[in-house]
């Protein structure tokens, strides 16, 4: 299993506000004693001024049980984050992980705030190529040999945008597999996961990492439910079996719709749902307060 290496930026980066002593608290909390909570901008009404830095707790708990009956293993709410959409979670995810100069390898064409992410992070793209001849699935032996010293992560967009196909699970088996031999973490985002056209069948997955680190990208609001201005993602961490290190949360190839194409069509049809993220306890830990 590889180990994960927080990005250096985040050494001297402090927030005890939502820190150990938080933590500290809400452990003293659960024991039974009242604490008067000071930290957080709260007035002093019935009310809390902020929420659980990780989102609300009935909300984590719904998309726990959502991860372990598409079969992910080992899932508990204190791995769960809700964010404001997943381009934030996206973001603050590579911000964590990358160092001046890492590479993260990206489907061409991609998902342009994967790219924009990576680069305002201080990293470097690396395209492997989906083509229409090969059905808009990527090829293992190009993405391997992509891959140098400097290669930190693999990116899978998973249904596509845009393409529109969906990975068979022999794919993502050979994906994971070639992760596990170059210590790469997987960066899968599957929001449109219930996107699916002429009976394709989605596999989450977390369902296939096994002890490969994972990030999952899942279950957008304004993508798969047509509510375009209400974002919300959440990021499930992996389970970890070791203090430093992390694990995670076929078929055919759908019809090729744009990502705008497909918004329009659930627009029309009056589709909703939600988002959601699986980010590695190495990455989380990375910042403090989480």
Same mark, same amino acid.
């Given at each position: 299993?590889?180990?994960?290496?927080?990005?250096?930026?985040?050494?001297?980066?402090?927030?005890?506000?939502? @820190?150990?002593?938080?933590?500290?608290?809400?452990?003293?909390?659960?024991? &039974?004693?009242? *604490? *008067?909570?000071?930290?957080?901008?709260?007035?002093?009404?019935? !009310?809390?001024?902020?929420?659980?830095?990780?989102?609300?707790?009935?909300?984590?708990? $719904?998309?726990?049980?959502?991860?372990?009956? /598409?079969?992910? /293993?080992?899932?508990?709410?204190?791995?769960?984050? *809700?964010?404001? @959409?997943?381009?934030?979670?996206?973001?603050?995810?590579?911000?964590?992980?990358?160092?001046?100069?890492?590479?993260?390898?990206?489907?061409?064409?991609?998902?342009?705030?994967? !790219?924009?992410?990576?680069?305002l992070n201080g990293g470097r793209t690396r395209y492997y190529r989906c083509t229409a001849e090969n059905a808009h699935?990527?090829?293992?032996?190009?993405?391997?040999?992509?891959?140098?010293?400097?290669?930190?992560?693999? $990116?899978?967009?998973?249904?596509?945008?845009?393409?529109?196909?969906?990975?068979?699970?022999?794919?993502?088996?050979?994906?994971?597999?070639?992760?596990?031999?170059?210590?790469?973490?997987?960066?899968?985002?599957?929001?449109?996961?219930?996107?699916?056209?002429?009976?394709?069948?989605?596999?989450?997955?977390? &369902?296939?990492?096994?002890?490969?680190? +994972?990030?999952? +990208?899942?279950?957008?609001?304004?993508?798969?439910?047509?509510?375009?201005?209400?974002?919300?993602?959440?990021?499930?961490?992996?389970?970890?079996?070791?203090?430093?290190?992390?694990?995670?949360?076929?078929? /055919? &190839?759908?019809?090729?719709?744009? @990502?705008s194409h497909r918004r329009q069509q659930l627009s029309q049809r009056g589709h909703t749902r939600r988002c959601a $993220?699986?980010?590695?306890?190495?990455?989380?830990?990375?910042?403090?307060?989480?």
């Open positions: 299993m590889a180990v994960l290496s927080p990005s250096a930026n985040l050494a001297d980066v402090r927030y005890e506000i939502r @820190g150990a002593l938080t933590r500290h608290a809400r452990e003293m909390e659960a024991a &039974g004693h009242d *604490i *008067i909570k000071l930290n957080i901008g709260n007035p002093g009404h019935d !009310s809390e001024a902020y929420g659980h830095e990780q989102g609300l707790e009935i909300a984590r708990e $719904v998309i726990a049980e959502r991860h372990r009956a /598409r079969g992910a /293993r080992d899932v508990a709410i204190e791995r769960i984050f *809700i964010g404001n @959409g997943v381009s934030e979670l996206i973001d603050i995810s590579l911000r964590a992980l990358l160092q001046p100069g890492d590479e993260v390898l990206l489907p061409s064409p991609d998902y342009p705030l994967w !790219s924009a992410a990576t680069i699935l990527p090829d293992p032996l190009e993405i391997e040999a992509l891959i140098t010293p400097r290669t930190r992560a693999l $990116v899978l967009i998973n249904p596509n945008n845009p393409t529109g196909v969906v990975y068979p699970r022999a794919l993502l088996e050979r994906l994971v597999a070639i992760a596990a031999r170059q210590h790469l973490l997987l960066l899968s985002d599957e929001i449109y996961d219930e996107i699916l056209y002429d009976g394709a069948v989605f596999q989450p997955l977390a &369902g296939v990492a096994g002890d490969v680190p +994972c990030l999952s +990208c899942a279950a957008s609001v304004p993508q798969c439910h047509g509510a375009m201005g209400h974002s919300c993602c959440t990021a499930r961490r992996a389970h970890d079996q070791r203090a430093d290190r992390t694990r995670r949360t076929s078929a /055919r &190839g759908a019809p090729h719709y744009s @990502g $993220v699986c980010v590695p306890s190495d990455m989380c830990r990375a910042y403090p307060g989480v």
